[in-house]
């Protein structure tokens, strides 16, 4: 995927202020304009505008997108890192999939998922409830199974009386409740944006993420977790140590288990009412042949065993 430099679209510097930002969109789409322009791209050009102009214009996204563009290096594809905005802080918005897919899928990746929360943005009259506000954190899977208090750091994206956008940087400390899952919300009644008048504060809500983890992957309540074994474990069976989040245990590996396959610990995985599964995928390792003996062995097993994996193929040996 490509990157797009949208300060490059709309010809002003990184540091340029909101002002200039919206001075040189309104130059640039009555130039490209496509009922306007006589320019062969210029309804590509117009659409690459709007989308710049969509993110620059926005100081929460705009400085997002800084962060994001700071760590790319030009000559290269583009994919955005996993969870590339967790720990900035949002008002309500977003895009639904019909706005996000007028643009391009550099846009989509990015800022294609909405983002409001429950109730974002309610007021009436003088007296007007604070907009909700929300977050992406990234929490260890370890504290999903035992609950956790945490504190967690998030940048506040603001823009200054000369028209610059800056970050504040807002510490709060969390509760995390056992069982949570990803993709899970955690609220912060009156955390949000002050209301007008006598009404109150909107709320902050936290939408949970796992940092990687070395072991394993998570997928709604349930883990899995590649386990390498050995041919001769996978071709005999065995009896073999298995890691799980809450200590190891024994498992039994099956004679004649194949690559991939998938057992199942029940009740392993992240705790609810109903917990998680642990699933554990066999990885066969296959040992080196860096020695004389490793590789006379070798020529044992091709010379006494009657095994082609590609005779299916009717291809030959």
Same mark, same amino acid.
């Given at each position: 995927?490509?990157?797009?430099?949208?300060?490059?679209?709309?010809?002003?510097? /990184?540091?340029?202020?909101?002002?200039?930002?919206? $001075?040189?969109?309104?130059? &640039?789409? $009555?130039?490209?304009?496509?009922?306007?322009?006589?320019?062969?791209?210029?309804?590509?050009?117009?659409?690459?505008?709007?989308?710049?102009?969509?993110?620059?214009?926005?100081?929460?996204? $705009?400085?997002?997108?800084?962060?994001?563009?700071?760590?790319?290096?030009?000559?290269?594809?583009?994919?955005?890192? #996993?969870?590339?905005?967790a %720990?900035?802080?949002?008002?309500?918005?977003?895009?639904?999939?019909?706005?996000?897919?007028n643009?391009?899928?550099?846009?989509?990746?990015?800022?294609?998922?909405? /983002?409001?929360?429950?109730?974002?943005?309610?007021?009436?009259?003088?007296?007007? /409830?604070?907009?909700?506000?929300?977050?992406?954190?990234?929490?260890?899977?370890q504290?999903?199974?035992?609950?956790?208090t945490?504190?967690?750091?998030?940048?506040?994206?603001?823009?200054?009386?000369?028209?610059?956008?800056t970050?504040?940087?807002?510490?709060?400390?969390?509760?995390i409740?056992? %069982?949570? /899952?990803?993709?899970?919300?955690?609220?912060?009644?009156?955390?949000?944006?002050?209301?007008?008048? $006598?009404?109150?504060?909107?709320?902050?809500? &936290?939408?949970?993420?796992?940092? #990687?983890?070395?072991?394993?992957?998570?997928?709604?309540?349930?883990?899995? &977790?590649?386990?390498?074994?050995?041919?001769?474990?996978?071709? &005999?069976?065995?009896?073999?140590?298995?890691?799980?989040?809450?200590?190891?245990?024994?498992?039994?590996?099956?004679?004649?288990?194949?690559?991939?396959?998938?057992?199942?610990?029940?009740?392993?995985?992240?705790?609810a009412?109903? #917990?998680?599964?642990?699933?554990?995928?066999?990885?066969?390792?296959?040992?080196?042949?860096?020695?004389?003996?490793?590789?006379?062995?070798?020529?044992?097993?091709?010379?006494?065993?009657?095994?082609?994996?590609?005779?299916?193929?009717?291809?030959?040996?």
């Amino acid at each position: 995927m490509e990157f797009k430099d949208y300060y490059e679209v709309m010809g002003v510097a /990184r540091e340029a202020t909101q002002d200039e930002i919206k $001075r040189a969109y309104r130059k &640039l789409a $009555r130039k490209y304009h496509p009922d306007v322009s006589k320019e062969s791209d210029a309804e590509e050009r117009f659409k690459l505008l709007g989308e710049a102009y969509e993110v620059l214009k926005d100081p929460e996204k $705009r400085a997002a997108y800084d962060q994001l563009g700071a760590n790319w290096q030009g000559g290269q594809d583009f994919n955005a890192p #996993p969870d590339w905005d967790a %720990g900035f802080e949002f008002s309500g918005g977003g895009f639904t999939a019909g706005e996000s897919a007028n643009y391009s899928d550099f846009f989509e990746t990015l800022f294609g998922q909405a /983002r409001a929360a429950p109730g974002a943005g309610r007021s009436g009259g003088f007296h007007a /409830r604070g907009q909700d506000r929300h977050a992406k954190i990234l929490v260890d899977l370890q504290d999903s199974f035992q609950g956790a208090t945490r504190a967690i750091t998030l940048q506040v994206p603001e823009l200054t009386a000369d028209g610059h956008v800056t970050t504040r940087t807002r510490t709060l400390n969390i509760k995390i409740p056992k %069982g949570v /899952r990803e993709g899970q919300k955690i609220r912060l009644a009156g955390q949000g944006d002050p209301g007008a008048g $006598r009404a109150g504060a909107g709320d902050l809500y &936290l939408e949970i993420d796992f940092k #990687p983890h070395p072991l394993y992957r998570a997928v709604a309540h349930d883990l899995y &977790l590649d386990l390498p074994i050995t041919p001769w474990e996978a071709a &005999l069976g065995a009896t073999v140590k298995v890691p799980t989040p809450e200590g190891v245990v024994d498992l039994k590996v099956p004679a004649g288990s194949a690559q991939g396959k998938k057992m199942r610990l029940k009740g392993r995985g992240i705790p609810a009412k109903q #917990p998680g599964d642990l699933y554990v995928v066999l990885q066969i390792a296959l040992p080196k042949a860096n020695t004389e003996q490793a590789k006379k062995l070798y020529q044992q097993m091709q010379s006494e065993l009657d095994f082609n994996p590609r005779s299916h193929m009717g291809v030959g040996a």
